[in-house]
């Protein structure tokens, strides 16, 4: 048994101890534990949607930081889950679709969202018995989740959180109430500064336990309402709880990319700072929560609903403050937080944070295949004899024809194991672990065919590299020119595809990819010897041997195949999804004019054919 373990093992064992002398408390926990796996199930249930609707309001809604911050408070209060707003909104960070100061938008609008539990709770929970909606809710719920169907099955997961959520609160109002008959818990409240410090403290501990804010918040109102602890305390609750959160976040972030990182300070900044502010000015609070109060018909003795207005008061001045200086806070964050160079066996946008968010993981392994091919375009490059650097600049046809100075053999096998063949086998591991439908699953094979595309293309070069070399030097003349302008066509094209993934990783929107693409590949068809008849006038002219025509025309193919498998990779990896999907209904849809065309030709035939007949 590991010796790590055994802090758990103590805590459990005391817990149960304490269960077993107190069936009052066993109520509450179970309560709490009812509630947190309602959560749970909520949250499995949104997901269920993610990949379309969620991820497709936040790419639309982000454009502004209003907006932003508009789409991260109403996700939250529709889903009653920041963690579930935050994971998502955290892998689009990482995979490149959204920028930093989106994502703080989102995440500063998601602490607002969080509050909406708590009215719910103060304004609804406490007054009603949720429990009789409780049951059916599980009934259907439960019914749903045995379902086929996926958005059924997801349908059924939110039915059954919500009603886990009422059991939960239910059990935890019941504990709160029993104790209340026997032990009265708010005389050992602590007032003034020090029992604001420490029941600070312990909404945070209660939120790293429970790894929500949100439960503690519902715990809190729940014993306030039954009297079980004071009104200042219970503020000072809340005021932990938004602290504690921030823990959350940061274990949230830990397997996400920088990005997912800088975002996660974010938040732990934009926490600390208003907690700090809320502990400051809490007299003021104070004056402006009775204040409102009275202007919202909230009776003075009401304080789970004083409680909620309070929680969103200092949450809404964090944001008032904090938006201001969004900019500054990028910046610093981006100066401060540099990423970590990544090995060659390592993947840069990929995390496993993204599984859960279809979308966002397949923008990443597009943007990893962009890396490979950055790897493959130098290897290819190198047993073409050109240098990286030469193929990067503005160059042209003529300036590529030039015979290399110097020509090196390059081990292909050895660079291939070192430098691509690891980061591939994570992209078809991560590929392979993604759980995707629909269009998304068609998304990921593309990815793994262009993937193996770009494999190809390498193993190509490697056999291309046998005759080309000996090939370059030769005393044949028209022999080597041949092998030239091989090297020429493919330098050429490696030219102009990693001018398109640069303009591609930018996030060039205007990239008319299918254009130019089709463009490429009318030169490599038009450079193809054997189709166009110049391997025939050369052999028949006795100016190559047969032996030699043979080479040349495998050595052909090899660089016609590399040249069509990048062209194949590129139109799968060179733009984002959903520019490709938009291009594709664009030239299925027809133009008006062009419908009235067809119709008018169809007319104009039916006419003729009836003018003929008989």
């Given at each position: ?13 005391l817990?149960?101890?304490a ?13 709490i534990?009812?509630?947190?796996f309602?959560?749970?199930i909520?949250?499995?249930?949104f997901?269920?949607?993610?990949g379309?609707?969620?991820?497709n309001l936040l790419k639309?809604s ?7 911050l ?12 920041s ?6 909104t955290?892998?689009f960070?990482?995979?490149?679709l ?9 995440i500063?609008?998601?602490?607002l969202?969080t509050?909406s539990?708590?009215?719910l709770?103060a ?7 949720i429990?009789?909606y409780?049951?059916?809710l ?5 019914l749903?989740i045995?379902?086929?169907?996926r958005?059924l ?8 959180g919500i009603?886990f ?5 239910h ?17 050992y409240?602590v007032?003034?500064?020090p029992g ?26 729940t ?11 219970a ?9 504690g959160?921030t ?5 949230g972030?830990g397997g996400a990319?920088?990005?997912?990182r800088?975002?996660?300070a ?5 926490n600390?700072?208003t ?8 007299q003021?609070f104070?004056?402006?929560?009775d ?5 919202l ?7 789970t ?6 929680h ?8 008032v403050?904090?938006v201001?200086?969004?900019?500054r806070?990028v910046?610093?964050l981006?100066t ?6 990544t ?9 496993e944070?993204m599984?859960?968010t279809?979308?966002?993981a397949l923008e ?14 130098s ?6 004899n050109?240098?990286?650097?030469q ?8 300036e590529?024809a030039?015979?290399?100075r110097?020509i ?9 194991r ?15 672990r993604?759980?995707?439908q629909g269009h998304?699953a068609r998304?990921?094979?593309?990815l793994r065919?262009?993937?193996q595309?770009?494999i ?8 291309l ?12 003349r028209?022999l ?15 030219h102009?595809?990693?001018r398109m ?5 930018a996030g060039?929107e205007?990239l008319?990819?299918?254009l ?5 590949d009318?030169?490599i ?5 054997v189709h ?5 006038d ?12 043979t080479?040349l025309m495998?050595?052909t193919a090899?660089?016609?195949?590399i040249?069509?498998n990048l062209?194949a ?9 959903e520019?490709i ?8 849809e ?11 030709e ?6 003729r054919q009836?003018?003929?007949?008989p």
């Amino acid at each position: 048994m590991r010796f790590r373990q055994l802090p758990l093992i103590f805590a459990m064992a005391l817990l149960g101890w304490a269960l077993l002398a107190s069936p009052t408390l066993t109520e509450i926990a179970a309560g709490i534990a009812i509630f947190l796996f309602g959560m749970l199930i909520l949250e499995q249930g949104f997901r269920t949607f993610t990949g379309g609707v969620l991820e497709n309001l936040l790419k639309r809604s982000t454009d502004r930081l209003w907006k932003g911050l508009a789409f991260g408070a109403l996700a939250t209060t529709a889903t009653q889950s920041s963690s579930l707003v935050s994971v998502i909104t955290i892998s689009f960070l990482s995979a490149g679709l959204l920028g930093l100061g989106q994502g703080i938008g989102v995440i500063f609008g998601a602490n607002l969202g969080t509050t909406s539990g708590a009215w719910l709770m103060a304004g609804f929970g406490i007054r009603v018995n949720i429990s009789a909606y409780a049951m059916p809710l599980l009934i259907f719920g439960v019914l749903l989740i045995f379902n086929r169907s996926r958005s059924l099955k997801g349908a059924g997961y939110v039915l059954a959180g919500i009603g886990f959520l009422f059991l939960g609160i239910h059990y935890m109002k019941e504990g709160f109430e029993a104790y209340q008959q026997g032990i009265d818990l708010a005389r050992y409240a602590v007032g003034g500064v020090p029992g604001l410090f420490l029941y600070i403290l312990i909404g945070m501990v209660a939120t790293v336990v429970m790894q929500s804010s949100h439960a503690t918040l519902i715990l809190t109102i729940t014993a306030l309402s039954a009297g079980q602890i004071g009104y200042e305390n219970a503020l000072a609750l809340s005021i932990g709880a938004n602290v504690g959160t921030t823990i959350t976040a940061l274990i949230g972030a830990g397997g996400a990319n920088i990005a997912g990182r800088r975002l996660a300070a974010a938040h732990v900044i934009f926490n600390v700072t208003t907690g700090l502010i809320a502990l400051v000015f809490i007299q003021a609070f104070l004056g402006a929560v009775d204040t409102v109060s009275s202007w919202l018909g909230i009776a003075s003795d009401n304080h789970t609903l004083k409680l909620a207005l309070f929680h969103s008061l200092f949450n809404l001045t964090g944001i008032v403050i904090m938006v201001p200086f969004v900019n500054r806070l990028v910046e610093l964050l981006e100066t401060k937080m540099q990423p970590r160079p990544t090995t060659l066996d390592e993947p840069k946008f990929i995390s496993e944070t993204m599984l859960e968010t279809p979308a966002a993981a397949l923008e990443a392994t597009r943007r990893e295949l962009l890396r490979l091919f950055r790897r493959a375009f130098s290897l290819i490059a190198k047993v073409l004899n050109y240098e990286t650097g030469q193929l990067r600049q503005p160059t042209s046809n003529a300036e590529l024809a030039i015979e290399p100075r110097r020509i090196r053999v390059v081990d292909v096998d050895d660079r291939y194991r070192q430098q691509i063949k690891p980061l591939h086998g994570l992209i078809l591991d991560y590929l392979a672990r993604l759980p995707v439908q629909g269009h998304r699953a068609r998304q990921l094979v593309m990815l793994r065919v262009a993937a193996q595309d770009l494999i190809e293309a390498v193993k190509d070069a490697k056999h291309l590299q046998k005759n080309m070399i000996p090939s370059l030097t030769a005393n044949n003349r028209d022999l080597k020119a041949e092998y030239l302008a091989i090297r020429c066509n493919l330098g050429y094209l490696l030219h102009q595809l990693d001018r398109m993934a640069a303009r591609a990783e930018a996030g060039d929107e205007d990239l008319d990819l299918e254009l130019e693409l089709a463009d490429l590949d009318s030169e490599i068809e038009a450079g193809d010897i054997v189709h166009n008849g110049r391997l025939d006038d050369l052999i028949r002219q006795g100016r190559i041997s047969a032996e030699q025509a043979t080479s040349l025309m495998n050595d052909t193919a090899y660089g016609y195949r590399i040249a069509k498998n990048l062209l194949a990779m590129a139109r799968a990896t060179f733009l984002p999804f959903e520019q490709i999907d938009a291009e594709l209904r664009q030239a299925l849809e027809l133009r008006p004019d062009e419908v009235r065309d067809i119709l008018n030709e169809i007319n104009g035939a039916s006419g003729r054919q009836t003018g003929d007949s008989p």
